[in-house]
């Protein structure tokens, strides 16, 4: 069964700065997809950036873009210039034909 | 454009108790997915539906079904209430099955289903 790992429950960063959010998934599967979503308090999941399993090149969404390595089957996120409303619990997403299967969630903290 | 839209917002059962939740997908998407997310961990997936069949199940018991409707609207439906279904049930729609980009989901607010 495919498995996806949050190891940080809790991270935070000074605005303005840099964070990176890891992430490893398990997965037999050849075709999928990897997304990373954005629940804020108000509990809307909001899609923040994707990545084809297929291509190599990795993802950038404005201040977000993700470290894909397929072959060690990781997929972290790095948030540029971090800003207040960036603060909110980060789930990493695997997606394949016929599953989707989330991470615990890491939850990061924007310090002014 | 109306996003997906789910009823009602909070709940409040008693063991043993039944409840049923409904969501609305965007206009066009043909396939609904449930997920239930228990506080403090990530959404669980449930069940799938497209063009009003079951194409996926979760690991939930029986007590858990759904159905999607002609609209392409959807029920959740719970039986048997236990303190364990505390959770907020979300759903999500998508144009078609299949992992391309333009299949993307998108979720709706969720529902708060609290059991005493």
């Known amino acids: 069964a495919q498995t996806v790992t949050q190891s940080q429950p809790e991270m935070s960063v000074q605005e303005a700065e840099t964070v990176t959010l890891s992430c490893t998934y398990d997965?037999?599967?050849?075709?999928?997809?990897l997304f990373w979503y954005k629940q804020p308090p108000s509990r809307q999941m909001i899609l923040v950036i994707r990545?084809?399993?297929?291509?190599?090149q990795n993802a950038t969404e404005n201040r977000f873009s993700v470290n894909f390595q397929k072959a060690a089957k990781s997929f972290s996120l790095k948030i540029s210039d971090s800003q207040l409303g960036d603060a909110a619990m980060y789930f990493c997403?695997?997606?394949?034909?016929?599953?989707?299967?989330f991470g615990a969630g890491t939850r990061l903290t924007v310090k002014p | 454009d109306a996003g997906v839209t789910q009823s009602p917002t909070h709940l409040i059962k008693t063991r043993g108790q039944h409840v049923t939740l409904r969501c609305s997908p965007i206009?066009?998407?043909?396939?609904v997915s449930w997920y239930q997310q228990v506080l403090g961990q990530g959404p669980q997936f449930i069940f799938q539906?497209?063009?009003?069949?079951?194409?996926g199940r979760g690991n939930f018991p029986d007590r858990f079904s759904a159905r999607q409707f002609p609209n392409y609207s959807s029920e959740l439906n719970v039986n048997a209430l236990l303190l364990g279904d505390s959770a907020l049930y979300l759903c999500?729609?998508?144009?078609?099955?299949?992992?391309?980009?333009?299949?993307?989901?998108?979720f709706g607010p969720g529902t708060r289903l609290t059991v005493t």
């Open positions: 999500a729609s998508r144009p078609h099955l299949g992992i391309g980009s333009s299949y993307e989901q998108y």
């Open positions: 206009s066009g998407h043909k396939s």
């Open positions: 539906y497209y063009e009003k069949e079951e194409r």
């Open positions: 997965t037999s599967e050849s075709d999928y997809y």
């Open positions: 997403a695997y997606r394949s034909a016929s599953d989707m299967r």
């Open positions: 990545q084809e399993a297929y291509k190599q």
